[in-house]
């Protein structure tokens, strides 16, 4: 009985500090980083004329992924969400009101949320009208002290991660940002 639970004890504490060890590198884009103090920020920008979804995959150095997704919901699929019981907005770029889906996913853990933009005829004068509908998901970890917020310009779902009962943690977050017809997606995860 004592050589099973000494086993137990190597196999779980190799797994859990080489799990944890896995996650504690940051991700990196070779396009435009930002340093933290835990982790790296990585920002990726949309524009918001092309009206398809756009996926962009980064990898970093250690062959780790995130999907960072952009993607506008038409009016006829806004009725299939039936956690969105609000009215739809539809419009042809470049002007009007429009939905888009914002997500960003490793594989380990997925957030994403919905933000309503209206871009008025001046389109320095757009602004996002709500963030709604957040919905995540998390492999070893827990997401505690979850908020979605918004402003005119920013959208953001930011939570507190704790992997493994509480044996590492960080911040994590997905922010939009509205400037004219340009939505820059910046997470760290």
């Excluded at 996650?23 to 920020?41: G, I, M, R, Y």
């Excluded at 309503?116 to 070893?140: F, H, L, T």
């Amino acid at each position: 009985m004592r050589k099973i639970w000494i086993l137990t004890v190597l196999l779980t504490n190799i797994f859990v500090f080489g799990f944890y060890e896995s996650f504690s590198h940051a991700s990196e884009l070779p396009v435009q980083k930002n340093a933290t103090e835990d982790a790296k920020e990585i920002t990726v920008q949309f524009d918001l004329k092309d009206q398809e979804k756009h996926e962009i995959i980064v990898v970093d150095e250690s062959g780790k992924e995130m999907t960072i997704t952009i993607e506008p919901i038409m009016l006829s699929e806004r009725e299939d969400y039936g956690r969105i019981n609000r009215p739809s907005y539809q419009h042809l770029f470049p002007y009007g009101k429009s939905t888009y889906q914002v997500k960003a996913a490793t594989p380990y853990m997925g957030i994403s949320y919905f933000i309503d933009v209206n871009v008025p005829n001046n389109i320095e004068e757009s602004r996002i009208i709500k963030a709604y509908s957040y919905d995540y998901w998390i492999i070893g970890g827990t997401l505690n002290n979850i908020s979605l917020s918004y402003t005119e310009k920013t959208a953001k779902f930011s939570a507190d991660v704790s992997w493994l009962g509480g044996l590492g943690g960080a911040n994590v977050y997905v922010k939009a940002t509205l400037s004219g017809n340009l939505l820059t997606i910046s997470t760290r995860m």
